[in-house]
């Protein structure tokens, strides 16, 4: 469904423009209903079309909350999860508290995850990425470093 990466802006009353491609997505499965709530691990929100967020949350629901980790995801995912629609210019006006959330100022990244699509800061986007790569490059040092190691 979702997939590839966008640059977007966000504007000074907040508000995220949606590439035309994602547009259509959420207009064919969802007339343009989404949902949005902030991602447990990292800095950045999560939008799904309303119909993939109903089969989100009645799995989240589904959860023994017996454990801690498991109620602080209930809590975040749909303590956080706001109902949002596009305007007829394929905008949508995103939550002080969840721009505040995931840093967004005035440019966003929008990255397609199949069901859904991150949001993120570009700042913070660009720096995930520098963080990504720093640790991809240690890891195949080490692993060169331990080939080096044994004897072939």
Sequence with gaps: MFRGISSTSI????RLGLPQR????FLGT???KLVVTVDALDRCLLMYPLSEW?????????????HQGTRMLQRLL???????????????????VLRKYALLDR????????????VWSDNV?????ESWQDQKNKTARENIEMIGKVSI
């Design 78 to 96: 749909i303590g956080h999860a706001t109902d949002l629609e596009m305007d007829k210019s394929g905008r949508i006006l995103l939550p002080g």
């Design 125 to 129: 986007w660009a720096d995930q990425m």
């Design 11 to 14: 504007d000074a009353k907040g």
């Design 30 to 32: 969802s007339t343009g």
């Design 107 to 118: 440019k966003a990244v929008l990255i397609g995850q199949g069901n859904k699509l991150e």
């Design 22 to 25: 994602f547009r259509e997505i």
């Design 54 to 66: 109903d089969t989100v949350q009645r799995r989240l629901e589904s959860l023994s909350n017996v």
